[in-house]
């Protein structure tokens, strides 16, 4: 009830990990990071958090929001030193110093929405450079890492907790084995689930406060997987394209839903798993946007794919089973379950679904 609560205002300042993309251009070193340049000004810890809301540097965050772009540029411009001092590259293990050349500011993001700047930097590279590492200070958050495709095997990495990268090498050729990029993108599913996607946390509780027996919820379970799959891999690859705008507030009442048939049916309906399917198909655009926003490496694109879903799986598993050893582990043979736990627990959750439906729809 109190993660319910805490998740109010969930989609104002999520945090997503930033992403990285760098190239050689004629000796040069070329990098751009899309981040959330506020956060990062503010000296918000996004290691620890989910949300910027829920930092005690929120009100520095907030007026920073409400610069505009142009004086957000400005004072990235001063401060500059301090910042690039926390960003990390090693060219054949020594550091080489960065230089700002512009930062792109978005000047259409609603006010209550987190804003995407990308900055741009480059750096000159010593005589005989042939591999590079670059990395951040952990409080800057997750960072997902993307060499230029025009080489050959080009590397992506998910670096999190302040690690650097390994020396990639600047021909290409460094690319991932297939099971490091399972576990770059599993990790990056796990995490959109668990901290950060707490509208799919409240949907799988919807589903586990309606089945006492663990069959009943692992049919529902697959059917949410298989649909999201589905939708997943047709929207990655571009075959079925939704606005967010849409997306979103029908993910938002497809939670509503669930909870308030937990109330008003009271037991698993035969139609149950088919209702739960056709929802998995809105997460799983869901989940086919921030995917993308992420990108995929080309030469590891089904693997990605995979390793992003089964970390999905992960993460919402790890989620039923903190909710069974909490809650159903103890209590689900009493008689009073039902009236105690499941319908204060689904009406809760109805609230803030409803809640986010319309933040969504109208904010």
Request: glycine share 8%; proline share 4%; no cysteine.
């Amino acid at each position: 009830m109190l993660l319910a609560f805490v998740s109010l205002p969930t989609s104002a300042h999520e945090v997503r990990p930033a992403v990285a993309d760098f190239k050689i251009v004629d000796d040069q070193l070329e990098l751009s990071i899309r981040l959330n340049l506020e956060a990062m000004m503010a000296e918000i810890d996004l290691s620890t958090i989910a949300n910027t809301d829920e930092a005690e540097e929120a009100e520095t965050y907030t007026q920073l929001r409400e610069l505009s772009d142009g004086a957000l540029g400005a004072k990235l411009q001063t401060e500059w030193d301090n910042i690039s001092s926390d960003i990390k590259v090693l060219v054949n293990d020594a550091p080489i110093s960065l230089n700002l050349v512009r930062a792109d500011v978005p000047n259409d993001t609603p006010i209550d929405l987190a804003r995407e700047t990308t900055v741009y930097m480059t750096a000159a590279l010593p005589a005989g450079a042939s591999s590079l590492q670059i990395g951040w200070a952990r409080k800057f958050g997750a960072l997902v890492l993307r060499q230029d495709d025009s080489v050959s095997e080009p590397y992506t990495g998910y670096l999190q907790n302040g690690d650097i990268s390994p020396a990639i090498n600047l021909a290409g050729g460094g690319s991932q084995s297939t099971l490091e990029a399972l576990w770059t993108y599993g990790n990056i599913g796990f995490v959109h689930i668990v901290p950060k996607g707490l509208d799919h946390i409240l949907f799988v509780l919807g589903l586990f406060l309606l089945s006492l027996k663990m069959r009943p919820l692992l049919m529902q379970i697959t059917a949410f997987t298989l649909a999201h799959t589905v939708t997943l891999a047709l929207g990655i690859l571009g075959f079925v394209t939704i606005s967010p705008a849409i997306v979103e507030p029908l993910i938002a009442l497809s939670i509503v839903y669930v909870a308030v048939e937990n109330i008003v049916v009271g037991k698993l309906s035969r139609w149950r798993p088919l209702i739960v399917f056709g929802f998995g198909l809105l997460h799983g655009l869901g989940f086919a946007s921030v995917l993308g926003d992420i990108g995929l490496n080309p030469s590891q694109f089904i693997t990605g794919l995979i390793g992003f879903n089964i970390g999905v799986e992960i993460g919402q598993l790890f989620v039923i089973a903190i909710a069974f050893l909490a809650v159903s582990l103890w209590f689900r043979n009493k008689p009073w379950y039902r009236s105690r736990i499941t319908n204060p627990a689904s009406a809760m959750i109805a609230f803030v679904a409803a809640y986010w439906t319309i933040e969504r729809v109208f904010f």
